[in-house]
């Protein structure tokens, strides 16, 4: 049976465990093509939830978890589902039963409870039958619909977990993702692994391998572009994308004159030796000249983006057509950016600040993947160890550790700042040790 990588869109407000959330904790394969899905859910007038988002929208949530609707994404055993029973009174309640009616009571817990487990459920098996979890709910379910078993109960809860063992779906009124919950993690495993099936086998070179044949699948024979600043991110997107297309990649490095120093020589020389088609475009004024007098930093950042852009255009033109513009955007990326209802921490990311007229399709082979995943990557296509566990650094480069308006003088101060503290930390020994270090040049002035 072929397997399948478990990485789903992100969960929405924990309302379905099996998305994002279990796959960063687990890396592994299953044997189902879906483990779970994650919906946005409305109440009607008349009590009933509706799907809000994916295919499924406009679907009753009790239509849903009924056998022909559930079993259409899978053609074999239906995949499991493992549900968090959100508050009615926050008007997202599991409508689990299959009448208008709540079947639910009002009778509230918060906080660490005493909860009591069965382990002929297989996310309790082999775990204590007493624990605490971590309850915040004002009302219960005190009537199971059809096929389903109570698996957990507290003093005031008699359903803090339900099951249907044959239709593999369970749920639990409490929070197993907190470190409050005692074996939380425990019972997602237990549902990965006793439920699902999953084997533990994922690797990185599996990854790895199927991020090369969808870029393959994708390109097919088109050109593709890429931004290649030399940081981890586009560096190992760079690699995935020579392995897949080869000479049908052009890595256009920018050099914008707001990189660390002597970065730009150390990006040509890392990559000479690769398939790919590398063109350096020395552009420092360029950008020098967009920023000038420019002090707000989300300003700086969204004109940097933008002629980034501009740039890989111009370049385009130059090599003839370009069908596709890959860029190195991770999973973190995609959350600080903002999705949906998230908000946006900050928009000088790959997926933040791009010009609405973007002449290019985006291909993007790591947005699945957390910085650690994106380095073990790195190391898997052959990249060296210095360039995959280089210092994170921002899309805007020095622009944004320069505060207030731009010059070129106060971009050699603070680059020359960030060479000798990257030096002292290295002589010290603590360049393996602390995570992030940098320089920033204040905009204020003092009199001594």
């Not at 004024?285 to 890989?312: M, N, Y």
Request: proline share 4%; hydrophobic share 40%; with cysteine.
């Amino acid at each position: 049976m072929k397997l399948y990588p478990l990485k789903l869109k992100p969960a929405v407000k924990e309302i379905i465990w099996g998305g994002d959330k279990l796959k960063t904790d687990y890396n592994k394969s299953a044997p189902f093509e879906k483990l779970a899905e994650s919906w946005e859910l409305t109440v009607r007038p008349d009590g009933m939830n509706v799907i809000e988002n994916g295919e499924c929208a406009g679907t009753t949530l009790g239509d849903y978890l009924t056998p022909g609707l559930i079993g259409r994404n899978y053609s074999g055993d239906r995949f499991p589902l493992f549900i968090k029973f959100i508050d009615a009174l926050d008007r997202l309640s599991i409508q689990v039963h299959p009448s208008d009616d709540y079947a639910m009571k009002n009778e509230g817990e918060y906080g660490k409870t005493e909860t009591f487990y069965r382990n002929d459920c297989l996310l309790f098996a082999e775990l204590p039958e007493k624990g605490i979890s971590w309850m915040s709910h004002t009302d219960y379910i005190a009537e199971l619909p059809e096929g389903f078993t109570a698996a957990a109960h507290t003093t005031h809860c008699p359903t803090a977990a339900m099951q249907n063992s044959k239709r593999k779906i369970y749920g639990v009124q409490f929070h197993p993702e907190v470190l409050h919950s005692e074996n939380g993690i425990a019972m997602l495993h237990n549902f990965l692994y006793r439920v699902c099936g999953c084997t533990g086998d994922w690797t990185m070179k599996q990854y790895a391998q199927t991020a090369i044949a969808q870029i393959r699948e994708t390109v097919g024979d088109k050109k593709i572009l890429l931004g290649l600043s030399g940081g981890v991110d586009s560096s190992v997107a760079a690699a995935l994308l020579s392995k897949a297309v080869g000479s049908q990649l052009t890595c256009i490095f920018v050099d914008h004159g707001l990189m660390r120093k002597n970065e730009g020589d150390e990006v040509v020389a890392a990559f000479k030796d690769w398939d790919i088609n590398f063109v350096r475009v020395n552009a420092e004024q360029r950008f020098l000249d967009k920023l000038a007098g420019v002090s707000e930093p989300e300003a700086k950042r969204k004109i940097i983006g933008e002629e980034f852009i501009r740039v890989f255009e111009a370049e385009a033109k130059k090599i003839g057509t370009v069908d596709y513009l890959a860029q190195g955007t991770i999973y973190p990326d995609v959350i600080e950016s903002g999705t949906g209802d998230a908000a946006v921490i900050k928009s000088h990311h790959n997926v933040g600040g791009l010009p609405e007229d973007l002449q290019f399709k985006l291909v993007e082979p790591l947005y699945q993947l957390f910085k650690d995943e994106v380095r073990a990557c790195g190391i898997e296509l052959g990249l060296p160890h210095s360039m995959v566990y280089r210092q994170p650094f921002p899309g805007p480069g020095l622009g944004v550790r320069c505060l207030g308006a731009i010059t070129k003088e106060r971009l050699e101060a603070v680059r020359e700042a960030d060479a000798i503290l990257r030096e002292e930390f290295a002589n010290a020994g603590l360049d393996k040790k602390v995570w992030q270090y940098f320089t920033v040049v204040p905009d204020f002035k003092s009199v001594v």
